[in-house]
């Protein structure tokens, strides 16, 4: 069995994340796709990973794995989409969450019904065009029975629950079209075969060495969904050793799995960042209280990569079109981020940037 160590898994998904070097939009978003949370931070990813951003036509926004609003390739939406709904009624729960699953049930209705239900809701409401949140909701509330319109009490109205209305983005029923504007899906590929061997494939490359488990929870799928996405790929499967922990690469990648591809230079990521995503939080950070910093319960940092290593954490305050940046760098400060603050700040519309140290 193929033995490696942390260094070189994180080296490896460095470059799957196309963080070593700059590569153009559309192979940026194409890896795993880029999540646009918060709002207007896909910009933020595509400036630390490419040259410049796809052509909007060769894109779309959908909710995608964990329910949030994804940016990936207008060719590869069932890859990020239909391959992650499960068939059976258990692996629906996971996919909508057990209590949305559980509220439901209380009301008489099954997931795969209640989800047909908000599915053909949703069809009817954009058949006219686009809506924005509170008009999307209103034709919700206009169609769907009162068993599946529960009280919102932050929101002090009846509205669908969001594991609904995420799960109609993999379902195929809806995109994102700007904030919190929804609009009718394209028409999906068909068949559901190759693009679930294919988001195999790509979490792999992304986040491999990986595991079925650590697919679910990135995916936030049933793990017997995950499993079946890895058994169909089975043949192109090898197993790997991190560290002691088993895991899985594709076999075609041994070798840029044994020398990963050397990282250069300064990278500014989101906390939502798809490379932060990582399952497997304790091979980013070993350390647990580094952990509890980058994954609390609100308002993650972003972090820095210095030639593919953690090396910073950082927040922002945008005041205006200003942007003011504080960098906690994790030992000696190792870069010059001017340059690539002014990248984030234009992502963020702003007009100006200054970067402190803490």
């Not at 008489?108 to 989800?115: I, S």
């Not at 079946?228 to 790997?240: G, H, M, R, T």
């Not at 647990?288 to 305050?317: C, H, I, N, T, Y």
Request: overall charge negative; charged content about 25%; some cysteine.
């Amino acid at each position: 069995m193929l033995e490696i160590d942390r260094e070189q898994a994180l080296a490896y998904r460095v470059a799957g994340h196309n963080l070593h070097e700059q590569t153009d939009g559309l192979s940026a978003v194409a890896a795993c796709g880029v999540q646009e949370y918060p709002p207007g931070w896909s910009a933020v990813a595509l400036a630390a990973r490419a040259q410049g951003p796809p052509d909007p036509d060769d894109v779309v926004t959908v909710n995608a794995m964990r329910g949030s609003p994804y940016v990936v390739p207008r060719t590869d939406v069932a890859v990020f989409t239909t391959a992650l709904v499960p068939e059976d009624e258990a692996g629906l729960k996971a996919l909508v969450g057990g209590s949305v699953a559980a509220e439901a049930a209380e009301a008489g209705y099954g997931v795969r019904e209640a989800l047909d239900l908000v599915a053909q809701a949703a069809r009817d409401g954009l058949a006219g065009g686009p809506l924005g949140r509170d008009d999307f909701h209103q034709a919700m509330r206009e169609r769907l029975p009162k068993g599946l319109l529960p009280w919102c009490r932050g929101c002090e109205s009846h509205h669908v629950r969001p594991g609904f209305w995420r799960a109609l983005g993999p379902h195929g029923v809806t995109r994102m079209q700007g904030k919190a504007v929804w609009a009718l899906a394209e028409e999906p590929s068909p068949g559901v075969e190759e693009p679930r061997k294919e988001l195999a494939r790509r979490f792999l490359r992304c986040y491999g060495p990986g595991t079925h488990s650590h697919l679910a929870k990135w995916a936030q799928t049933a793990p017997a969904h995950a499993k079946a996405l890895f058994a169909s790929i089975d043949d192109e499967l090898e197993p790997v050793r991190v560290d002691g922990r088993k895991g899985f690469v594709l076999a075609g990648e041994r070798s840029r799995v044994e020398q990963p591809p050397s990282a250069s230079g300064t990278r500014m990521l989101g906390g939502y960042d798809p490379w932060v995503a990582q399952a497997d939080r304790e091979v980013i950070a070993p350390d647990v209280q580094l952990r509890k910093e980058m994954f609390p319960s609100v308002g993650r940092p972003g972090v820095v990569l210095v030639d593919g290593v953690l090396s910073a954490l950082w927040r922002s305050r945008k005041k205006g079109r200003a942007l003011e940046i504080e960098v906690e760098w994790l030992g000696e400060e190792a870069a010059e981020l001017a340059d690539h603050a002014s990248a984030v700040a234009t992502a963020r519309d702003c007009s100006s940037v200054t970067v402190r140290t803490v």
